[in-house]
């Protein structure tokens, strides 16, 4: 075959392939505005998910220390919220239960440890007499994501963190249900 032939064929087929990854990419759902009861910013949150054409989030796991939230497009885990109750005296301290963390940005001293696809953070003032001077933290995790932003992880993870201060929760110290 000459040499433009083989180019025009192969122009066509990736003009043909890229088409269909096109329409893989598609969003064709409504972003969350909360997670595990939690208002996030969903156009800070956008970037992290991939396209499809449905989203769900379900509670994953809820016991008196905790609960957490799954984001799936498409019935692919994307997004993992979680709200904690912990003895631990900070977030590094909390964090140190993540064995596949690499967490190369703080914030406030510490409070908010976070990469470009996961995050966490630390509640002021959020204590839990009932679960012995436990203390609230919270988790940002993009599981299939091949997005990364740090900037964005900060923004998630601060916001999340200061709404889940507002919360009957946080004020109440009570334990989640479960």
């Not at 433009?4 to 192969?10: D, E, G």
Request: include cysteine.
């Amino acid at each position: 075959m000459r040499p433009a032939v083989v180019a025009s064929i192969t122009a066509a087929l990736l003009v043909g392939l890229s088409g269909c990854s096109d329409n893989k990419e598609k969003r064709e759902y409504a972003v969350p505005r909360s997670l595990c009861g939690i208002p996030v910013d969903s156009e800070t949150l956008t970037p992290f998910l991939p396209g499809g054409r449905e989203v769900s989030v379900k509670q994953t796991m809820a016991n008196m220390w905790g609960v957490s939230c799954e984001v799936r497009v498409d019935d692919r885990p994307s997004v993992l919220a979680s709200l904690w109750w912990t003895n631990q005296p900070n977030t590094a301290a909390y964090v140190g239960s993540q064995n596949n963390s690499r967490l190369d940005h703080r914030a406030e001293g510490g409070r908010f440890l976070y990469s470009g696809w996961e995050a966490f953070g630390e509640t002021r003032n959020c204590t839990s007499k009932k679960l012995l001077g436990a203390r609230l933290f919270t988790a940002f995790q993009m599981e299939t994501s091949r997005h990364q932003d740090a900037n964005a992880m900060k923004h998630l993870i601060t916001d999340y963190t200061n709404a889940a201060e507002k919360t009957d929760t946080c004020a109440s110290g009570k334990p989640f249900p479960g």
